[in-house]
């Protein structure tokens, strides 16, 4: 049984490590990635629940897709606040760096990061 927790310890601890890098990984990326300004439309809206078991209390992540005037997509994690002021249709000018949001404005609408 030693040899078990032994390797169910390196497990969690390699995990762990992975878990860590990656996020350096997309931190990294998304500094080195250009701040971008385009017009865009916000095309669909999502959450994410996660968590919540037990005693723990469960975490929403909100995201939105917008669509650029040549077709492409991209859809990023946003604020709550935002994510409650942005209606499908709405159209005005993104602003991200990598997979981070930095703000849309739209008419009747202004929101930076936050």
Same mark, same amino acid.
């Given at each position: @049984? $030693?040899?078990?927790?032994?390797? @169910? #310890? ?5 995990? #762990?490590?992975?878990?860590?890098? /990656? ?6 990326? %998304? %500094?080195?990635? $250009?701040?971008? &300004? *385009? +017009?865009?439309? *916000?095309?669909? /809206? =999502? ?5 919540? &078991?037990? !005693? &723990?209390? *469960?975490?929403? &992540? +909100? ?6 005037? !040549?077709?492409? =997509?991209?859809?990023?994690?946003? $604020? %709550? /606040? *935002? #994510? ?5 249709? !709405? =159209? ?7 997979? =981070?949001? /930095?703000? #849309?404005?739209? $008419?009747?609408?202004? %929101?930076?990061?936050?």
């Amino acid at each position: @049984m $030693p040899l078990f927790f032994k390797l @169910m #310890f390196l497990l969690v601890i390699g995990i #762990f490590i992975f878990v860590i890098i /990656k996020s350096i990984g997309i931190w990294s990326s %998304n %500094n080195a990635s $250009p701040l971008v &300004s *385009a +017009y865009a439309s *916000a095309v669909t /809206k =999502r959450t994410e629940v996660w968590g919540g &078991s037990g !005693d &723990s209390g *469960a975490h929403t &992540s +909100y995201y939105v897709t917008f669509e650029f005037q !040549d077709g492409r =997509r991209v859809e990023l994690q946003v $604020p %709550n /606040k *935002a #994510f409650g002021l942005i209606v499908e249709g !709405d =159209r005005g000018e993104l602003v991200y760096q990598g997979t =981070r949001f /930095k703000g #849309f404005e739209h $008419p009747g609408f202004q %929101n930076t990061e936050g």
